[in-house]
């Protein structure tokens, strides 16, 4: 380890402490060993790996593994007295305190941003809004996108593995962000339209006797599915209205979409 990077100084206690210059870090430590463990980070070592069978999780600093023992032992013995939730670390049930109390010790230094969060973690990655820095970097083979958090790439990488882990419920339509089943779940299945019994399509004669007859060939739909008294997509007052009762009449009806009266926005 140069000297350049780590020096002994001494406090007012006469204890001897390491300090880390790295980056002009001016971190100190009682410890050579914890220094050394802090410089790892610097420099994005993860030495410490886990034991647990089909795990390959590293990490730079003893305490880090040790918390990370107990998801595979399961212990969580620091209990929330607001909501009863559980946590591995007295750290992490500090933090969760802070969602019930609002406080946000960590607040942005930036003219003109006032934005605060519950971890220095959070702030360190709202910093490079501002910064512009983006320090995670895509590996794939002629993808250089770049991103300002971790778990951002981590959604990203998703894209080039063409794993969809996020299906929709409604249509079973899968997708490889949350995010983006999300968007689609609001602009195709609107619950505050679908949960509404009020809200109906109303669709002419003409369609029911020849369009929906004879596009009911190509989607595999029997003709009787839009017999107002054997299916529950009608109402049994008025043949020329749809009422969706399922979700799943939603998706059934799309491919008559053009030619339907609708109201809200149904399928856009």
């Not at 209990?79 to 591995?88: L, R």
């Not at 895509?138 to 969809?164: I, N």
């Not at 689609?184 to 619950?191: A, D, G, L, V, W």
């Amino acid at each position: 380890m140069s000297s350049r990077t780590l020096t002994k100084v001494n406090n007012k206690k006469n204890t001897q402490l390491y300090s880390c210059k790295i980056n002009g870090c001016d971190r100190k430590f009682t410890s050579i060993g914890y220094t050394k463990y802090h410089q790892a980070a610097h420099n994005g070592q993860k030495n410490l790996k886990c034991e647990f069978e089909g795990c390959d999780r590293k990490f730079a600093w003893p305490t880090h593994l040790k918390y990370h023992l107990l998801t595979h032992t399961g212990s969580r013995l620091f209990k929330c007295p607001v909501c009863n939730n559980s946590f591995y670390t007295s750290q992490r049930l500090k933090v969760h305190k802070r969602s019930h109390t609002g406080e946000k010790p960590f607040q942005c230094t930036e003219d003109g941003c006032e934005k605060g969060f519950t971890t220095a973690g959070n702030l360190k990655n709202h910093m490079r809004v501002h910064t512009g820095d983006k320090p995670f970097v895509c590996t794939v083979k002629d993808c250089s996108k770049r991103f300002a958090e971790r778990s951002s790439l981590k959604k990203h990488s998703l894209v080039h593995s063409g794993l969809k882990p996020f299906t929709c419920k409604v249509c079973n339509k899968s997708f490889s962000q949350s995010g983006s089943r999300s968007v689609h779940m609001k602009r195709r299945h609107s619950e505050s339209i679908l949960d509404k019994e009020e809200n109906v399509i109303t669709i002419s004669n003409s369609i029911l006797e020849s369009s929906v007859h004879d596009e009911s060939r190509s989607t595999g739909l029997e003709d009787n599915s839009f017999n107002s008294k054997s299916s529950n997509w009608f109402s049994e007052s008025n043949a020329n209205v749809v009422v969706l009762m399922q979700p799943e009449d939603l998706t059934a009806l799309q491919f008559v979409k053009q030619e339907i009266v609708y109201d809200a926005n149904l399928f856009t």
